[in-house]
């Protein structure tokens, strides 16, 4: 899956369209159940914080997906981000 890095298409996109929302899961729910603070899933949902590697995985894990899958889409995104980046220069 490719996020776009033009408006709010990011991970935190990503992860409650596709994880959180079908899912009816709180922020206060993953939090509890991963040891991930609401703040840091918060900022992580909003964009407003990069999805670190400790937290790709433990949430990867509670979503039962791969362990890499969520830090692979980071990385794939924070590349392309700087591509753009770099292009209007």
């Given at each position: 899956?490719l996020?776009?890095?033009?408006?709010?298409?990011?991970?935190?996109?990503?992860?409650?369209?596709?994880?959180?929302?079908?899912?009816?899961?709180?922020?206060?729910?993953?939090?509890?159940?991963?040891?991930?603070?609401?703040?840091?899933?918060?900022?992580?949902?909003t964009?407003?914080?990069?999805?670190?590697?400790?937290?790709?995985?433990?949430?990867?894990?509670?979503?039962?997906?791969?362990?890499?899958?969520?830090?692979?889409?980071?990385?794939?995104?924070?590349?392309?981000?700087?591509?753009?980046?770099?292009?209007?220069?």
């Open positions: 899956m996020l776009n890095v033009e408006g709010k298409n990011n991970l935190g996109t990503m992860l409650e369209n596709e994880y959180f929302l079908p899912r009816k899961l709180s922020v206060y729910r993953v939090a509890k159940d991963t040891g991930v603070s609401k703040k840091a899933l918060c900022e992580i949902l964009g407003r914080q990069r999805l670190p590697v400790k937290e790709a995985v433990v949430l990867a894990r509670y979503f039962g997906v791969e362990e890499d899958s969520f830090a692979r889409l980071q990385l794939d995104y924070e590349l392309r981000s700087e591509k753009q980046r770099l292009q209007k220069e």
